[in-house]
């Protein structure tokens, strides 16, 4: 049996009409930090990211510049 577009809407209206109340679904902070998609936050945390392995990499060529000296 094919579903018109008044029969759903009509299952639509008795569902609101019946006052259920919404279930609650506990959420991780991991999830709803996901979910949230905050384009500002994405791009700051990018930025810190970069900087952060830029300047491993800055140290790293410090040290590999200096000569090793062995002996006494």
């Known amino acids: 049996m094919k579903l018109t577009n008044a029969d759903v809407k009509t299952k639509e209206t008795r569902a609101m009409k019946a006052n259920e109340p919404i279930k609650e679904v506990e959420e991780?902070?991991?999830s709803l930090l996901v979910r949230s998609e905050e384009?500002?936050?994405a791009?700051?945390?990018t930025l810190v990211y970069a900087l952060v392995i830029l300047s491993a990499v800055v140290a790293i060529l410090q040290?590999?510049?200096q000569p090793v000296l062995f002996g006494p």
Do not use: M, N
């Open 28 to 30: 991780s902070t991991y």
């Open 39 to 41: 384009k500002k936050r």
């Open 63 to 65: 040290f590999a510049d």
């Open 43 to 45: 791009l700051f945390e």
